[in-house]
């Protein structure tokens, strides 16, 4: 049975977009392949479980049938650190570890194993990223996100961690290099890597949709109330505009699934919102959503416009700044639903990432 321990640089750099395109791409080569994330930080109930949202979207789009509690067996709930810390017991998370990969590795032919952040997230409750991989005899792909210095000294860091758990480093992964510098990054990036005797798995294009939030995730993710437009929740905002400007002035800003965020008794840049449309789809407003701030809720008759308009309006009571840092805070993953993003997270992996390469490795 081979198994491989996706790990990266920082939070947020695409494990779980790796992990999701390397399933799809070699379902072909291997009939029976499972999923594990061994430690999870953020987490969904499911029928009284804590389930880590990754496993979750894993086993939903994947088809992976091995037990959702076996692929998310530890789940780093409110105060879990605080309490490992006042009473320590690291063979019962490394027995929880052990016998869930011993489930869902049980006669497969390929283990993906997906870490939670750095190859040192997890210390303080003495299970590093590199000590898991180390406990469950993975070799290890290390992704970082676009660039050349950074990525380069941020992989030397923890490929230091992994050596010295005496876990081998299969390659690395680079992802979101901004489009107009990918040639340039990407010759770099494999001879800087090159000379540390690091072998280069693939460079992977930024793509702006995978960044996109849903109106649907922002509801989940915050206290905003759903005024209307609960059957548009799945369009994706593609710029957050603050709406604190003159009416007039705002229209230069709104482009197509822009997310206007202002004060409810802002009217005069609601109506405006209500008055752009696309270029390609003239009946289809350029405003993807609107969020009211301060708890203000327009007039009767300019709820009544927005309703009719069929884009979802949400309110807070919090002010505009307040919101706006909120959703700049807001940690986009992909979902079941976001048949798009998994397409082309399926896409990027399989035009971008040598698999010829990897299953040499593993």
């Known amino acids: 049975m081979k198994k491989v321990f996706i790990a990266a640089t920082k939070q947020n750099d695409g494990k ?58 530890v789940a780093v709930e409110k105060g879990f650190t ?38 040192g997230v997890g210390s303080v409750f ?15 792909i290390i992704i970082s996100s676009g660039g050349i210095g950074r990525p380069i000294d941020e992989i030397m860091l923890n490929k230091a961690l992994f050596d010295k758990e005496g876990v081998k480093i299969l390659g690395v992964i680079i992802n979101k290099v901004l489009p107009d510098k990918f040639d340039k990054i990407n010759r770099l990036i494999r001879k800087g890597l090159s000379r540390k005797g690091i072998e280069v798995l693939g460079v992977i294009p930024y793509h702006p949709l995978l960044s996109h939030p849903s109106i649907s995730q922002i509801l989940e993710e915050t206290d905003f109330e759903l005024l209307c437009g609960r059957d548009y929740l799945d369009n994706y905002v ?29 009217e005069d840049i609601i109506k405006i919102s209500l008055e ?20 203000f809720i327009p007039k009767k008759e300019m709820m009544d416009s927005l309703n009719k308009a069929g884009i979802p309006v949400l309110l807070s009571k919090a002010d505009t700044y307040t919101v706006a840092a909120q959703l700049h805070d807001l940690n986009v993953k992909i979902r079941p ?23 040499k490795g593993i």
């Open 16 to 73: 779980t977009t790796v992990c999701l395109g390397l399933i799809f791409n070699l379902k072909d080569r291997f009939k029976r392949l499972s999923f594990i994330k061994p430690i999870g930080q953020r987490y969904l109930e499911e029928e009284g479980l804590k389930i880590d949202e990754d496993s979750w979207l894993i086993e939903g789009v994947c088809h992976i049938k091995c037990g959702l509690k076996d692929m998310s067996p």
């Open 82 to 119: 605080e309490r490992y810390i006042e009473k320590p017991d690291k063979k019962s998370i490394t027995l929880q570890i052990k016998q869930a990969f011993q489930r869902v590795s049980k006669h497969q032919d390929l283990v993906i194993i997906e870490g939670t952040g750095h190859a």
């Open 126 to 140: 003495d299970h590093s990223n590199a000590g898991v991989a180390k406990l469950l005899g993975a070799k290890v």
């Open 238 to 266: 593609s710029k957050i505009l603050v709406g604190a400007m003159q009416a007039q002035d705002a229209l230069k800003y709104i482009v197509d699934d822009s997310l206007l965020v202002t004060p409810g008794d802002r």
């Open 276 to 295: 752009l449309f696309r270029a390609d789809e003239p009946k289809r407003l350029k405003v993807s959503a609107i969020i009211l701030t301060g708890g």
């Open 337 to 359: 639903k976001d048949k798009a993003k998994i397409e082309l997270a399926i896409r990027l992996i399989k035009e971008n990432v040598d698999l010829e390469k990897i299953l």
